[in-house]
């Protein structure tokens, strides 16, 4: 009797058992679950290699070497410039067309750089948010759809007590543990898409404002060339 009611409390015996609506928000749980993990995995090989790759570009940007040489090496590489690089390029690049222009004044050459750089500052800034708000909202309405299936299996467990002269602790077990199973996977789905984003959410801003610095500093570099 013991084994039979163990085996009959088992998580697999507790998802087959619940109803139709209660499934489907597992379901769909589950789903979301395992896109979250999928995001999870892309966004930390994605900041670490962005990490990676401003701690290169600013080790070869601050050894003192010619620009020119930096931006030639950036793109005739086959791989296109990310992240730092890829600000760098479009600042210089824009700085570069400009001072060919020799009628042009100073502010104007500055200018068109500091408005190239921006724009290449808010593409990678858009690559390295991507997924993060999908994670947030994993984190923020998983729990409440795991509640919603709770709440919907509560209600069909003491709806099948209704019918019975007597109710006894087993026959009211199997229906709320079949519930609290949604809330379970609920918070499951929840927890690590929410210290993930929290975590990724930290680590973009370090990155942006590493962006804006160097920004700023290699404006300045390029007011002196000028």
Do not use: C
């Not at 795991?146 to 019918?163: D, H, K, Q």
């Amino acid at each position: 009797m013991t084994v039979s009611v163990a085996n009959d409390m088992s998580i697999f015996s507790l998802v087959a058992g619940a109803s139709l609506p209660v499934q489907l928000v597992m379901l769909i749980l589950m789903i979301t679950s395992l896109f979250s993990w999928w995001y999870i995995f892309i966004k930390f090989f994605t900041i670490k290699r962005a990490e990676a790759d401003a701690e290169n570009f600013e080790n070869s940007f601050w050894t003192g070497g010619d620009l020119n040489k930096l931006y030639e090496g950036l793109t005739a590489g086959r791989r296109k410039p990310q992240g730092m690089a890829s600000i760098f390029e479009a600042g210089f690049k824009e700085y570069a067309r400009h001072k060919q222009q020799s009628r042009m004044e100073v502010s104007d050459v500055m200018e068109g750089s500091r408005r190239a750089m921006r724009a290449a500052y808010n593409r990678e800034l858009d690559d390295l948010d991507a997924h993060l708000p999908f994670l947030a909202s994993v984190g923020s309405v998983s729990p409440y759809i795991g509640l919603f299936g709770t709440v919907w299996g509560i209600m069909n467990a003491f709806r099948g007590l209704s019918t019975v002269a007597q109710a006894t602790l087993s026959q009211v077990a199997p229906g709320i543990a079949e519930a609290l199973v949604a809330t379970a996977i609920g918070l499951f789905a929840a927890i690590p898409a929410v210290v993930a984003y929290n975590r990724f959410a930290s680590s973009v801003d370090r990155l942006s404002v590493r962006y804006e610095s160097f920004m700023e500093e290699f404006t300045n570099i390029l007011q002196r060339k000028s």
